[in-house]
C-alpha cells in the first residue's frame, strides 16, 4: 500500500530507534490519529516473532515474501542482526527495489553501515556510526568517503541515514520527505523533544 512505512526488523534490532518516527506518524499531541495519512507495518524475514535487542518480541505484519510491491517508506532499523550475513543478505534485494522505484528509503546505524556494504550510498550524502565503521564495512564497494557528512542524520535523493544516537534528527528528516506534517509542525515535534517538555514551555513562555 502506498501509504504504509514499513520497518524492517532483523533479529536484535534496537527497539528504541524507531519509536520517534513511528509515534509521529500514528499519534498527534492530543491522542491517536483517527486518519493518519500513513500506516505503520513492520517486516521480517519470516512472520515468526523478531526479537529486539533489548528482548522485546514483534510480530511481523510481513515477511520478505509477503510484504507488498509499494509503499511510501522502507526504514531499515538498525541493531545486531546485521551482524548476521546469511540474513541480512537477504535485504539487498528489497533495498535495490526501492530505490530504483522512487521509494524513501532510511537506514540508521548499523543498517546504515549495510548500505556501505553494498554500495547504495556511493551517489548520494550520507552519515552513520562515523566514517572507519563505513569504510570497515563497505570494502571495495564502498567508494564515497567524501560523500560522507559528519551529522547525526542525513537525507539526500531520498535516501535518509543516520547514526545509532541519531533517531530523532531521522525521525525529523523522513517526517519532512513525507509530508505527514507541514514543516513547521515538524520542526516543532523535534524541537520538543530534543529540548524536553520544561525548556520548550520556558521557551515559549519567554516569547
Known sequence: ????????????YADHEPA???SA???DEYS??????????????TLDAVRSCSGFRTLPDYSFDTMPDDYATLVLIGGFGWLDEQEADKVVPIV???????????????????L???????AVKHTGNGLEQLRLWGGDNYTNAKGYVNEQAVSDNRIVTANGTGHLEFAKELLLLLENNIPEQVEMFYRFNKLGFVEMMREMQQK
Open 20 to 22: 520517534f518516527l513511528a
Open 96 to 114: 535495490r527495489h526501492a530505490i530504483e522505484k522512487g521509494i524513501i528509503v532510511g537506514a540508521i546505524c548499523n543498517a546504515a553501515s549495510f
Open 25 to 27: 506518524i500514528a499519534c
Open 32 to 45: 491517536i490519529k483517527e486518519n493518519p495519512k500513513y500506516i505503520n507495518k513492520v517486516v521480517a524475514p
Open 1 to 12: 500500500m502506498k501509504n504504509e512505512v514499513l520497518y524492517l526488523l532483523l533479529n536484535n
Open 116 to 122: 556501505a556494504k553494498h554500495g547504495f550510498l556511493n
